[in-house]
């Protein structure tokens, strides 16, 4: 069995973000500080020779750690704590369907600050994805599916009357030649 395992751990801080200016409330200026600390984890495996899989998460626990405002210590807006993916491929190696590639995964992406007072929280969400490929010579045919079941979700918000709807259903083929 083939894996590859992957983690980084991190510490960041962004500077200068912009926080409202005190003087002037309808102004802002750059004087605020986000910190992110976290990890990743990500494993690729070759079950067998056609099947393979993916799996990752990540952990973000992300603060506004200077600001003007009364959000200090917040969770900055548009900002999930957990991420989570698995995907999976299966190439068939022999007779007619040779070079045939079929996959599936699931997308988990946490809830997230809907304002920066936190005071509401744009829902979890859970989106499954496809794919296929043919590959015949020099060609290759594919076709992608995100959001497959065409799942309603609310992507993130930036305040209680600022929320986006998650994308549709979207299929994308692409053809390709390889010299």
């Not at 910190?35 to 990743?40: K, L, N, V």
């Not at 699931?106 to 043919?134: E, L």
Request: aromatic share 12%.
């Amino acid at each position: 069995m083939n894996l590859r395992i992957t983690a980084a751990i991190y510490d960041l801080r962004r500077k200068n973000v912009t926080t409202r200016d005190p003087a002037h409330p309808f102004f802002s200026i750059q004087t605020g500080e986000v910190t992110a600390r976290g990890f990743e984890f990500e494993a690729v495996t070759s079950l067998t020779s056609g099947l393979s899989l993916t799996g990752a998460y990540a952990y973000n626990d992300a603060r506004v750690t200077e600001s003007n405002d009364a959000n200090l210590g917040m969770r900055p807006i548009r900002t999930p704590q957990h991420l989570a993916s698995v995907w999976a491929n299966y190439t068939i190696h022999d007779g007619a369907l040779n070079g045939l590639t079929l996959g599936g995964g699931v997308r988990y992406v946490g809830a997230s600050a809907g304002d920066f007072m936190n005071t509401f929280y744009a829902p979890a969400y859970t989106v499954v994805d496809a794919m296929a490929r043919y590959d015949i010579d020099s060609w290759r045919f594919s076709l992608n599916v995100t959001n497959l079941f065409d799942t309603q979700y609310v992507a993130g918000c930036g305040y209680i009357g600022q929320c986006n709807v998650g994308r549709v259903r979207t299929v994308l083929g692409r053809v390709s030649y390889r010299w």
